[in-house]
């Protein structure tokens, strides 16, 4: 039960890193283009 809910956890927790790295990237990409549009 608790080896269960500590894997449950330890996934929850590697998805919620992985999704706020990625929208970390997406802003940042997004910040970079809008730069480059006013830019040129």
């Not at 927790?13 to 992985?18: A, G, I, N, P, Q």
């Not at 929208?23 to 480059?36: M, P, R, W």
């Amino acid at each position: 039960m608790f080896f269960t809910f500590l894997k449950n956890g330890f996934l929850f927790y590697r998805f919620r890193s992985h999704f706020v790295v990625k929208f970390i990237l997406l802003k940042f990409y997004f910040i970079k283009g809008s730069f480059i549009f006013l830019k040129r």
